[in-house]
T-cell receptor
């Protein structure tokens, strides 16, 4: 079946460090890929997305590139801030024949802590 | 603020009881999704509605049911509650329910079954 695997956390970094959170997927068709972020006590917010191979999603300094050849969608940020501390979820949706099914399939989440 | 509202924010109840969780989607969104977040299972899709009709079903137990009303708000009914149903329940909405679309999440309802 379709699934998402992301690196286990927690990840602890110092402010201004480089961030990579690995995400790989298994899918039978052509998924759309997403990164969502969950701040403490809040719901999920879309961070970025990519809907086809080689697309790069970017937002707030975060980037991820849809790599079909390696089935990956790794999240990167060049210089993290304390305010980036949160749980990050990689997710996919699959287009069914009618193009209408859009439920998200999530990875287990990676907790990021950024220290000043 | 995503524009998706969920009530109540917290719910404490006993095993065997029944509860109803309510979700109002963003203005203009026709599709509503329900997800369950628990420590052992992570985030799991339960069910999706589009314009009042069920569109997709995930790992939803038979004790759980949902519906979307003509005004597009949705309710998730959980019955014969068990300890293991304790979780955070999220509602999300999107414009058309399509795979490429963005889903906007509500703040969640935290359910504790004692």
């Amino acid at each position: 079946g379709n699934s998402v695997t992301q690196m286990e956390g927690p990840v602890t970094l110092s402010e201004e460090a480089f961030l990579t959170i690995n995400c790989t997927y298994t899918a039978t068709g052509y998924p759309s890929l997403f990164w969502y972020v969950q701040y403490p006590g809040e719901g999920l917010q879309l961070l970025l997305k990519a809907t086809k191979a080689d697309d790069k999603g970017s937002n707030k300094g975060f980037e991820a590139t849809y790599r079909k050849e390696t089935t990956s969608f790794h999240l990167e940020k060049g210089s993290v801030q304390v305010s980036d501390s949160a749980v990050y979820f990689c997710a996919l949706t699959m287009m069914n024949y009618g193009g209408s099914q859009g439920n998200l399939i999530f990875g287990k989440g990676t907790k990021l802590s950024v220290k000043p | 603020d995503s524009g998706v509202t969920q009530t109540p924010k917290h719910l404490i109840t006993a095993t065997g009881q029944r509860v109803t969780l309510r979700c109002s989607p963003r203005s203009g969104d026709l599709s509503v999704y329900w997800y369950q977040q628990s420590l052992d299972q992570g985030l799991q899709f339960l069910i999706q509605y589009y314009n009042g009709e069920e569109r997709a079903k995930g790992n939803i137990l038979e004790r759980f049911s949902a519906q979307q009303f003509p005004d597009l708000h949705s309710e998730l009914n959980l019955s014969s509650l068990e300890l293991g149903d304790s979780a955070l329940y999220f509602c999300a909405s999107s414009v058309d329910g399509r795979a490429k679309g963005t889903q906007y999440f509500g703040p969640g309802t935290r359910l504790l079954v004692l």
